[in-house]
């Protein structure tokens, strides 16, 4: 895990994972912890889900409700919690293409390895919900074209989503998709396909492009096993909204033993002791650097 001295591994060592012949897994990440339990579980990758933002800052739904800077800010927590590669929910980008490219310049400041920009009207939608509205190709590639020109190093990965799918059918997302790869992105989403016939079609429609695979539980894609995604050929697969689901029904069993019980006696034994956690956050880190840089240490060394 990274340390306060630390530096994020960035879009250098993204891009070589995603030349690998297996695909990255990057499990979603709604805060700092969040994504040090990913790393620590052993992923190379991260995924700032922004359903989870969203959740997580504001009890609310993945509506349009957080701002740039908000969404930034948290990506910008996470790179500093971990070693691996961060890669963002950038939304649509926040306005038109000169909003695209402060997107884009403050996300890569912050750290973040790889970005992904999708077509939907301002407020958006989160990807698997009803009502969805695009705006027009044409739009879109210009968004695209400003992000590629806007980003200072080319190894940071731009990833062009399409939420086509809902409104204009797969045809019309994989003709949207082609547009966004020629206007320069890295890597291309299709959003929300919804039998396994389309994801082939996805697949075979791009077979040398990078691709992503959105892997939601009960969303409108079907749970597709990852040896079926390996012989599709997509390089990245993301979990968005996993470890929130699984800590909200922690979080209420545990408030529901207090309600009723009036304290967590019975459930501590499910629960990591106190002292273990703060280890596992990184306290002797911090012990460490409290010795290093003590004035104590400092005088003695002057009397030396």
Known sequence: MAG???????????????????PVLAPGAYDALSARLVEEAGFGA????????????????????LTM???????????????????ADADNGYGNPINVIRAVQDYEAAGVSAIHLEDQIF??????????EVV????????????????RSEEFVIIARTDARAVEGIEGALERARRYREAGADMLFVEAPQSEAEI???????????????WVESGKTPPIPLERLKELGFRLIIFPVSTLLAV???????????????????????????????????????????????????????RS
């Open 123 to 132: 407020p958006k939608k989160c990807g698997h919900m009803e009502g969805k």
């Open 46 to 65: 991260v995924y700032m889900t922004g359903f989870g933002t969203a959740a997580s800052f504001l009890g609310r739904p993945d509506v349009g409700l």
């Open 136 to 151: 027009s190709a044409s739009e879109m590639v210009e968004k695209v074209r400003a992000a590629v020109e806007a980003r």
């Open 4 to 22: 306060l001295m630390q530096r994020n591994a960035g879009p250098g060592r993204l891009r070589e994972m995603l030349a690998r012949p297996d």
């Open 248 to 302: 909200t029904v922690s979080m209420r069993e545990v408030l529901a033993k207090i309600m009723a019980d009036g304290t967590p006696i019975e459930v501590m034994r499910r629960l990591p002791p106190l002292g273990d956690f703060v280890e596992d956050i990184g306290l002797p880190e911090i012990r460490e650097l409290e010795e290093r840089f003590s004035d104590k240490k400092a005088r003695l060394s002057q």
């Open 200 to 214: 082939s079609t996805v697949a075979e429609a791009f077979p040398e492009v990078p691709l992503l695979f959105n």
């Open 69 to 87: 800077s908000e969404m930034v800010d948290n990506a910008r927590r996470m790179v500093q919690a971990v070693e691996v590669p961060v890669i």
